[in-house]
Nanobody
Framework: QVQLVESGGGLVQAGGSLRLSCAASGRTFAGYAMGWFRQAPGKEREFVLAISWRGDRIYYADSVKGRITISRDNAKNTVYLQMNSLKPEDTAVYYC???????????????WGQGTQVTVSS
């Protein structure tokens, strides 16, 4: 079992930055790829970024390229989402998830956090 807890969400003005964290616990975390997804009200959950266990493969959604980056510290069992130049359309609940590989599709992820709200005001 892997437990995931997101933190770092909040309210920010357009153009601002936030750094989300996802802390993992459970002895089976090793070897898992991690993904970030988001879900806005009335919309489906969508892929944001994913990173392999070693960090050598990273996949981005086109909508966040150049603005949002993903990193991980395996010694701390933590994955980060650095979000810069935020836009109102980035407003959503952000979820981290764990899977054997850095998939794009949400159903392929085995474990999910509870989510953290990000609100970007115009």
């Amino acid at each position: 079992q892997v437990q995931l807890v997101e933190s770092g969400g909040g309210l920010v003005q357009a153009g601002g930055s936030l750094r989300l964290s996802c802390a993992a616990s459970g002895r089976t975390f090793a070897g898992y790829a991690m993904g970030w997804f988001r879900q806005a009200p009335g919309k489906e959950r969508e892929f944001v970024l994913a990173i392999s266990w070693r960090g050598d493969r990273i996949y981005y959604a086109d909508s966040v390229k150049g603005r949002i980056t993903i990193s991980r510290d395996n010694a701390k069992n933590t994955v980060y989402l650095q979000m810069n130049s935020l836009k109102p359309e980035d407003t959503a609940v952000y979820y981290c998830a764990a899977a054997p590989n850095p998939y794009v599709a949400p159903p392929r992820y085995d474990y999910w956090g509870q989510g953290t709200q990000v609100t970007v005001s115009s």
